[in-house]
């Protein structure tokens, strides 16, 4: 009985060496094939994500005259920042650049706020 052992527990042990000697890893390729369409798509994604996390200043909300008054006060007092005229009921708004960070949106506020006091950062809602 123990000789059945030992010949079964050798065999197996051969068989094991064999197979862990025989074994090689594979190796293959994978092509994606996808239509250029998705990378403009994924850009396009990226730029509105960013843009979303973005401070904007607030220099005027009110009715329109007097806001297209305060833009056009506004940018010809500060030609360096992009100005927008925004209606967000019941109100007209002029919002001002599209900062980075709130430090770089701190450093605009000072100079604006020389002109336009009621001026304050906010980051705009989705």
């Given amino acids: 009985m123990a000789i059945n052992y030992i010949k079964t527990v050798t065999i197996f ?4 060496l064999f197979a862990i000697l025989s ?3 594979q190796e293959g390729s994978v092509t ?16 509105i994500s960013t843009e979303e996390e973005r401070f904007k200043i607030q220099i005027y909300s009110g009715n329109r005259s007097a806001a297209e008054a305060a833009k056009a006060n506004f940018d ?34 000072i100079k604006v706020k020389r002109k336009f006091t ?6 705009p809602g989705k």
Avoid: C, H, M
């Fill in 76 to 109: 010809g007092s500060y030609p360096e920042y992009l100005s927008s005229l925004k209606f967000e009921t019941p109100n007209y708004k002029i919002w001002v650049g599209n900062f980075r960070s709130r430090l770089e949106a701190d450093r605009a506020l």
């Fill in 32 to 47: 994606v094939n996808q239509n250029p369409e998705i990378e403009k798509l994924l850009k396009l994604k990226k730029d």
């Fill in 23 to 25: 074994a090689n890893a």
């Fill in 118 to 123: 009621s001026a304050f950062i906010f980051k």
């Fill in 13 to 16: 042990f051969f068989l094991s």
